[in-house]
Nanobody, 115 residues
Framework: QVQLVESGGGLVQPGGSLRLSCAASGKTFSINIMGWYRQALGKERELVATITSDRNTMYADSVKGRFTISRDNAKNTIYLQMNSLKPEDTAVYYC?????????WGPGTQVTVSS
């Protein structure tokens, strides 16, 4: 069983920055893929960025060049540095952990971009 806890969400003005963190605990595996997903009001959950245990990354086109995903394997933690935030980035951001046969989700953290 893996538990995920996100932190770092909040209210920020357009053009501002936020840094999200997600700490994984429990029975984690060395080889895994972790990522960030988001769900805006009235929309489906969508992928934002993923990072493998050997630090291969992938980004949605909508955030490429603005967001950076990273991980600290010693801490079992991933991060999402969000710069140049837009109102369209407003959503609940969820952390996801995937190993061979299991997927786990965090409870989410709200990010609101508004003036």
């Amino acid at each position: 069983q893996v538990q995920l806890v996100e932190s770092g969400g909040g209210l920020v003005q357009p053009g501002g920055s936020l840094r999200l963190s997600c700490a994984a605990s429990g029975k984690t595996f060395s080889i895994n893929i972790m990522g960030w997903y988001r769900q805006a009001l009235g929309k489906e959950r969508e992928l934002v960025a993923t990072i493998t245990s050997d630090r291969n990354t992938m980004y949605a086109d909508s955030v490429k060049g603005r967001f950076t995903i990273s991980r600290d394997n010693a801490k079992n933690t991933i991060y999402l540095q969000m710069n140049s935030l837009k109102p369209e980035d407003t959503a609940v951001y969820y952390c996801r952990y995937r190993e061979r046969n299991n997927v786990y989700w965090g409870p989410g953290t709200q990010v609101t971009v508004s003036s």
